[in-house]
């Protein structure tokens, strides 16, 4: 097939390109080129035979351009960063780009009558849930489950997107954190890492009793693409299910064992948010039954990060100071 990545240049959308790459398909990558690729189409480097395209999903001539002669798209731009959507100008941004970028998108794949489209979500449109899982069907219309501005405006564009079924063959995906090379250390895991590469410490806020169900981006991309051949349409839940659930603190523990050093390197600093979202997670049985499972595990995929973030410093080293600013006045030590 013909496929559009949108954010192929990004995480999440550059690890697609390579399974959709070593899949023989052809693919087309839309993307702005923030701050979030390095501004640059270095999370791409060594895949041959790609078409990048530097284009805003915001305008729409853009994203009917970039649909053109089109078999399938899978919609990954986004903005993502929690913090970076606090504000009130940063909450406006957010919302021009989630929403209005997805509605962009939707509605040149309409007119281009593009046979398969997915839609990348995320399990933040629920909102935490104390104790059970959420099924696909507990989504309510709006954005009142979710917490933060940047939930709030993916729960919003995840609205316009299910407007879209019978319009479009259209599949949305609800996937839990993604992890894995080349995510940009201002998301949690990947700045742990940098930060005991540096030989700093890791602050890990409040007591670290969040739980977030924790996936391997590979493992995430994999069930993507089983949707997309499939042609599957409507809303499905992505989730490595961890079993015990994994807390924050855990994962910090579980870096440090790798990396082989003590526990010390692990701070734990006041929540600077303290509505903090305690629990995501979600019910994976409609996936599951599509015959998808995680191939990774947790340890595994750790340790494949791990390596990878060791052995491409300069990546992360052009990146890691600007992600540090995000924090400075944040994180404060107890008694400070």
Known sequence: ???????????????????????????????????????????????????????????????????????????????????????????????????????NILQASTLRRIPRVTYISTDEVYGPIETGYFKEGDKRWGDQQASSAYAKSKSKADDIAISYLGILPIAIVRPTNNFGPRQHPEKALPRWICRLLMGQKIPVWGKGEQIRDWLYVEDCCEAIYQLLSEGAEGVYNIGANNQPEITNRRMAEMLVEIYGVAYDRIEFVPDPRPAHDFRYSVNTDKIFDQGWSPRWSLKSALEVTLDWYAKNRPWWERRIGEAETLYVGEEMKDGD
């Not at 731009?77 to 504000?87: D, F, L």
């Open 1 to 103: 097939m013909k496929v559009l990545v949108t954010g192929g240049a990004g995480f999440m959308g550059s690890a697609m390109v390579r399974k959709l790459v070593k899949e023989n398909h052809q693919v087309r990558v839309l993307d702005k080129l923030t701050y979030a690729t390095g501004c640059s189409w270095d999370n791409l480097d060594g895949i041959e035979g790609i078409e990048k395209i530097q284009g805003d999903i915001g305008s729409m001539r853009d994203c009917v351009s970039a649909t053109e002669g089109m078999e399938a798209v899978i919609h990954f731009a986004a903005e993502s960063h929690v913090t970076r959507s606090e504000g009130e100008e940063a909450t406006r941004f957010f919302f021009r780009v989630n929403v209005d970028g997805t509605r």
